[in-house]
């Protein structure tokens, strides 16, 4: 049965003298600023999104298309239309 991250990660805590540390191996920070312990989910996803970003960006090589388009031009839109800067007239 599933469990709420702080349920399980303070019985993980109590396992693990290097807790920290090991969850920086997943990507995730300090569990007070993650929101796990409040089991903010919200709060987790964007904190774990931006160190997935930063982990990517330090491997991808840039390309010029990165330079031309914001970050979330790849999201589809509410017009149905890309996002992807084609001419839509």
Request: one cysteine or more.
């Amino acid at each position: 049965m599933a469990q709420a991250p702080a349920t399980y990660i303070r019985k993980f805590d109590k396992e693990n003298e290097n807790l920290e540390r090991t969850l920086a191996t997943h990507l995730i920070g300090k569990p007070e600023q993650f929101g796990i312990w409040e089991n903010d989910y919200g709060k987790f996803f964007a904190k774990r999104c931006q160190k997935l970003s930063k982990e990517l960006q330090k491997r991808i090589l840039p390309n010029q298309v990165d330079e031309r388009l914001p970050a979330d031009s790849a999201v589809d839109t509410a017009d149905g239309s890309s996002g992807w800067g084609e001419d839509e007239s």
